[in-house]
């Protein structure tokens, strides 16, 4: 089992930055993927960057530019740095950590308790 718990929401005007991050309960090495979701009011989840064990970086077309997810092994740790952010930003933001197989199906994963970001004047 693993706990996550992430930090660094908050309120942020539209142009700010926000650094979210997640800290694993234990070595997150023997996980093959780590990223953040969102999911706004009335909205379904949707990835916003994801990173593999390997350093390979998936992100959507809307983060990609404006924020970076990084991973620290030695920490137990995902951040993800959100800049230039714009009120459809406003979301919960949610980490997941994933095993995944050779072909991409995910033996298991977890989930945070996520992270507030409201973005507005």
């Known amino acids: 089992q693993v706990q996550l718990v992430e930090s660094g929401g908050g309120l942020v005007q539209p142009g700010g930055s926000l650094r979210l991050s997640c800290a694993a309960s234990r070595s997150i090495v023997n996980l093959n993927a780590m990223g953040w979701y969102r999911q706004a009011p009335g909205k379904q989840r949707e990835l916003v960057a994801r990173?593999?064990?390997?350093?390979?970086?998936n992100a959507a077309d809307s983060a990609k530019g404006r924020f970076t997810i990084s991973r620290d092994n030695a920490k137990n740790t995902v951040y993800l740095q959100m800049n230039s952010l714009k009120p459809e930003d406003t979301a919960v933001y949610s980490c997941?950590?994933?095993?995944?197989?050779?072909?991409?199906?995910?033996?298991?994963?977890?989930w945070g308790q996520g992270t507030q970001v409201t973005v507005s004047s």
């Open positions: 997941n950590a994933a095993r995944v197989d050779t072909i991409g199906n995910i033996l298991y994963e977890y």
């Open positions: 990173i593999t064990s390997g350093g390979i970086i």
